[in-house]
């Protein structure tokens, strides 16, 4: 039962253009959508998140978009720059408490072309 | 300051034998995360702790696989006895556990392990 997909393995941009990376959830009880970046041989570091109250988040360069009714979230990364090359995780999170259950999706490796 | 810190970083066994993975979370961090990560399943929660109180561990794949928190400041993923198929980076995170907790977590490097 996988709550979080992304559906797209790999994904390949200029460097400059405009990246969007895609997760879409089946559950709508979560509280907070995350991202995060891996990079090889390291863990998993947080991007950005957003709450379920709202449908967009910036930070910089990345930007955040929730579509409830979708139960879609995308990751905009304008303009993609080389060092942006790595592994994109989308990650749902239940609840406020400290024990919230954090679930992730199975990632999606962006390469940023010359 | 320290982030979450893991051991081994890379550990090669043999189908049959004890496997011990540790993490020492962040200091002050009341959750403790287990994942593993592989190509086909991406990064699978395993089992995660509350104030040192298991809380969920319906992602443990099965009997073989156990986890422990003695104490705020230490962790342990056992499987025994391993298996090939348990081949995977495995990753201990902490969160802070404080109100209004978005879900960040802070994770270590990951312990790779290979069983032949």
């Known amino acids: 039962d996988q709550q979080v997909k992304q559906n797209s393995p790999s994904l390949s941009v200029q460097e400059g253009r405009i990246s969007i990376l895609n997760c879409d959830y089946t559950?709508?009880?979560?509280?907070?959508f995350l991202w995060y970046k891996k990079y090889p041989a390291e863990g998993p570091t947080f991007l950005i998140s957003i709450s379920s109250i709202k449908d967009k988040n910036e930070d910089g360069r990345f930007t955040v978009f929730l579509n409830k009714s979708a139960k879609h979230l995308s990751l905009h990364i304008v303009p993609s720059q080389p060092g942006d090359s790595a592994v994109y995780f989308c990650?749902?999170?239940?609840?406020?408490?400290?024990?919230?259950?954090?679930?992730f999706g199975s990632g999606t490796r962006l390469s940023i072309r010359p | 300051d320290a982030g979450v810190i893991q051991s081994p970083r890379h550990e090669v066994t043999e189908m049959g034998q004890e496997v011990t993975l540790r993490c020492k979370p962040i200091?002050?961090?009341?959750?403790l995360f287990w994942y593993r990560q592989t190509m086909m399943r991406g990064l699978e929660l395993l089992i995660y702790f509350n104030n040192n109180v298991p809380i969920d561990d319906s992602g443990m794949p099965e009997d073989r696989f156990s986890a422990k928190m003695p104490n705020a400041s230490f962790s342990t993923l056992k499987i025994q006895p391993s298996e090939p198929r348990d081949s995977a980076v495995y990753f201990c995170?902490?969160?802070?556990?404080?109100?209004?907790?978005?879900?960040?977590?802070?994770f270590g490097e990951g312990s790779r392990l290979t069983v032949l």
């Open positions: 559950n709508s009880m979560f509280d907070y």
């Open positions: 200091s002050g961090h009341n959750s």
């Open positions: 995170a902490s969160s802070p556990g404080t109100s209004g907790n978005t879900g960040e977590l802070f």
């Open positions: 990650a749902i999170s239940r609840g406020y408490s400290s024990a919230s259950k954090i679930i």
